[in-house]
C-alpha cells in the first residue's frame, strides 16, 4: 500500500521557520522524482520544489528561492521542505508528491499557517 504522510506543519509567526517532512511507504522511493505542493484557500495548487531520484537536482518556484530547501534522505523513504523566513503568504496545505513516468503519489498535506 503506497503511503505519503506529511508532517511538521503548524502556527509560525512571520520570519520564523518549519520544516516538513513525507515520510513514505509502498513503492521504490529512489525511482520517483519528488515533489512539495501548496494550495492556499480559494488559490489553485502550485509548486514549491522539486528534487531529483538521487537529490542532484533541485528546482523552486521563483517566490520561494533563497527561503525554503527541499532535500531527500533515501535510506529513510523521506523527503523534507526546510522552510525560512517565513510569509504570511506562504499560508497553505503544503502536500507532497512522488512522481514517475507510470504514476504519481500524493500525501493527505499538513496546514502551515504564517500568523502574528
Known amino acids: 500500500q503506497v503511503q505519503l504522510v506529511e508532517s511538521g506543519g503548524g502556527l509560525v509567526q512571520p520570519g520564523g521557520s518549519l520544516r516538513l517532512s513525507c515520510t513514505t511507504s509502498?513503492?521504490?522511493?529512489?525511482?520517483?522524482?519528488m515533489r512539495w505542493y501548496r494550495q492556499a484557500p480559494g488559490k489553485e495548487r502550485e509548486l514549491v520544489a522539486s528534487?531529483?531520484?538521487?537529490?542532484?537536482?533541485?528546482d523552486y518556484a521563483d517566490s520561494m528561492k533563497g527561503r525554503f530547501t527541499i532535500f531527500r534522505d533515501n535510506a529513510k523513504n523521506t523527503v523534507y521542505l526546510q522552510m525560512n523566513s517565513l510569509k504570511p503568504e506562504d499560508t497553505a496545505v503544503y502536500y507532497c508528491?512522488?512522481?514517475?513516468?507510470?504514476?504519481?503519489?500524493w500525501g493527505q498535506g499538513t496546514q502551515v499557517t504564517v500568523s502574528s
Open positions: 508528491m512522488a512522481q514517475s513516468p507510470r504514476n504519481n503519489y
Open positions: 509502498g513503492f521504490t522511493f529512489n525511482n520517483y522524482v
Open positions: 528534487i531529483s531520484r538521487f537529490g542532484g537536482n533541485t
